[in-house]
């Protein structure tokens, strides 16, 4: 079993639409969870941290939910721009800080 | 926000040959890592460079293959010897600046292609 999953679409949607991706973890230990998005042939980039009472930003919210292990984003509105992949990543906040990430789930925005 | 510069962006290198990867951020950082993404694939933790001593390499990666060094809390290289096709990937640069929130950002990465 993967550390991180996530379905990897892609989601194809109308602009405007609203879209949510989920992703699970395996290790009840993690402490620590982000949204990345990357785009083709670029870095990834920090999308925002995902805290237990959940968070929003703008048409962005993602949840957490520690007693199923599973975590999620919602992206209301959707713009062209926001056509990427969207990465899920786990941090065990152990000494070593280390990122785990999903595979990724692909997002085209259509107009 | 701090700038992490990574070089080269891109490189076509020789089967046998090596090549070297740097990067260098302009404020101190608490964690540097390197990454691996292969074509079509999510990012896989090559090692943690750890300032003044061995670099800790994850199941799969030797620092025979993948030298590292971190002179100081600023800048890493990562090498990677004696190149196959099969090593063509990006090469991703990554640091934590703080501790407390573990947030970790990139570099713009490295696209080796091995011939």
């Known amino acids: 079993r993967k550390e991180v999953e996530q379905d990897p679409g892609p989601f194809n949607v109308p602009e405007g639409a609203t879209v949510a991706f989920n992703c699970t973890y395996s290790?009840?230990?993690?402490?620590?969870f982000f949204w990345y998005r990357q785009d083709c042939r670029k870095e990834p980039k920090l999308l925002m941290s995902?805290?237990?009472s959940g968070n929003e930003d703008g048409r962005f919210t993602a949840q957490l939910n520690r007693a199923s292990q599973y975590i999620s984003l919602l992206i209301r509105d959707s713009k062209l721009s926001d056509s990427a992949t969207y990465l899920c990543?786990?941090?065990?906040?152990?000494?070593?800080?280390?990122?785990?990430f999903g595979s990724g789930t692909r997002l085209l925005v259509r107009p | 926000s701090a700038v992490i510069s990574q070089k080269p962006s891109r490189d076509i290198c020789q089967r046998g040959t090596s090549l070297t990867i740097q990067c260098q951020v302009d404020?101190?950082?608490?964690?540097m890592f390197w990454y691996r993404q292969q074509p079509g694939q999510s990012l896989t933790l090559i090692a943690t460079a750890n300032q003044g001593s061995e670099a800790t390499y994850e199941s799969g990666f030797v620092i025979d293959k993948f030298p590292i060094s971190r002179p100081n809390l600023t800048f890493s290289t990562l090498t990677v010897s004696n190149m196959s096709p099969e090593d063509s990937s990006i090469y991703l640069c990554?640091?934590?600046?703080?501790?407390?929130?573990?947030?970790?950002?990139f570099g713009q990465g490295t696209r080796l292609t091995v011939v």
């Open positions: 404020s101190q950082v608490t964690m």
């Open positions: 995902v805290y237990s």
């Open positions: 990554s640091v934590v600046f703080d501790r407390g929130t573990t947030e970790a950002f």
């Open positions: 990543v786990v941090n065990q906040l152990d000494s070593s800080y280390k990122l785990i």
């Open positions: 290790n009840s230990a993690s402490q620590s």
